[in-house]
């Protein structure tokens, strides 16, 4: 029964499940989800045996694509993935970092340095900030004590007019 003027999906409704029934592990799939999910386990699986069989096999027998497993390619720009597994990782191995990422990182230090310069006042830019600063505050106060005075004449006037 169709709500509104437009019409529903030819699919069917969404229905969603509650946090109780994912809990209770009741929730209703769709049947092609249950078979998408049995074909992805039997493939891991069938993985995982791959990779077994692999590490006791030192040839290199890797899965290529197109025209490469029946031409032999000599290029010197090919660069071959580097696959490393988690247990094989040298941790105390450092990277070496591109010109990019080494640009970048003395620039934000570069900075850093100047912003921490500016705010002890060694700076040519931060010596001409707080001389302004001075000099605006030298006019602030002496705004105020000429207000001051101009108060003081004006209430001085009023009592002399109400003698």
Do not use: C, W
Request: no cysteine.
């Amino acid at each position: 029964m169709g709500r509104g003027k437009f019409k529903g999906k030819p699919t069917g409704r969404r229905q969603f499940s509650t946090h109780e029934e994912m809990i209770a592990g009741t929730s209703a799939r769709p049947r092609t989800f249950k078979k998408v999910e049995a074909e992805h386990e039997e493939d891991e699986r069938s993985e995982e045996s791959e990779e077994e069989s692999e590490e006791d096999s030192d040839g290199e027998t890797e899965k290529r694509k197109g025209t490469e497993g029946i031409i032999e390619i000599q290029n010197p720009n090919l660069v071959k993935p580097k696959n490393v597994k988690a247990k094989n990782v040298d941790i105390e191995k450092t990277t070496e970092l591109s010109r990019r990422e080494r640009e970048e990182i003395e620039k934000q230090q570069a900075h850093e340095r100047y912003m921490r310069l500016q705010e002890q006042g060694k700076t040519e830019q931060a010596r001409k900030d707080l001389d302004r600063l001075a000099l605006i505050r030298q006019q602030r106060a002496e705004a105020a004590k000429k207000r001051e005075e101009e108060k003081a004449a004006k209430e001085q006037k009023k009592l002399e007019a109400r003698k």
